[in-house]
């Protein structure tokens, strides 16, 4: 489990299955998340990792099928159907890949912000006072009568970030917001969130498929099959780094900065190896583990074919063997090899 130590946000043990005719897929196998009250995460991972799976239980969209989520002491799961109802409309905001999906084509940005306060009963002076504050905050003052097809990629996603935050939410899931941008434009997107992040606390959680996220957000967590696999941290320069990653600013000058992969370590001590060091190193399904002083070092286990295939000859034989009328033997030997 988790721990509940000033986390804003815990998701614990969390699956999500979905049946499509007979066939099931599990989307959240076994997920482990914290998340704290205003931190900035990033959450990446190869496309049907169940990212947006994640965001929607997290939104209050899709129950998952076992597991909790904790919200600001919430347990989603324990809400009703009308709480959960409240809860997506006043305490989490989305943001989605496709503008299309965040806002209303024939409506202003004015009015698409003001459509998500007056559905929560907002008095009316205040929904167009609070509407045009949004504008300003996300840098859009003088694009308030614009429809979504007159704003630019990066103009609808500032709106959809004002919409999502229409109703002061605790909590802003956005997942792959800027999917649809040239990288200028997602790097302003970028900073926009993390001036959101400072000036009004607000926990944010960013999906991308984009490794290059972490130049924007504290820690970025990487999802392999449903379940949270890593995660990168920056580390300060006087800490020694195992991932070193060199960029360069938007105004052109040298940034440097270091970040470490960290391997998730679940409450029942999995683990998962990344693909690339099981490929590079040769592990298949078996490995032997080693314990030192120290650590544990993990190697690919050696004349496994050997061994299995000496196995099986064996077993062969004593098959043959019992076909001529001896099988006790051959059950007891190989109850004795096993
Ligand atoms: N509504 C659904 N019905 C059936 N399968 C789904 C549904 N939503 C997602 N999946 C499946 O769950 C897995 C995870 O999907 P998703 O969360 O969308 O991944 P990601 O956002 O990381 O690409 C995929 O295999 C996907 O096909
Ligand atoms: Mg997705």
Redesign the pocket.
Known sequence: MATNNGAFLICDDLYKI?K?ADIE?M?LQGLDLTVKRGELVGVV??????????MNVLGGLTRPSAGQVIIDGKNLLKLSTRELTAYRQIEVGFVWQQGSRNLIPYLSALDNIKLPMTLAGVAGAQIDKRARELMDLVDLSDRYDHKPIQLSGGEQQRVAIAVALANEPKLLLA?EPTGELDSTTSDQIYDLFKRLNRELDLTICI?SHDPDIRKHVGRVVA?RD?KLASETVKRSASQKPRLHIQGETSSGEHLEEQFEELIVLDSAGRLQIPKQYREELGFENRVEMEVTEDSIVIRPAKNLDETSSQAEIQLEREIRVGENGARGSFISRFRRNS
């Open positions: 979905f499509v897929v989307a991972g190869a496309s049907g990792s169940g990212k947006t799976t994640l997942d999906v999802i449903g």
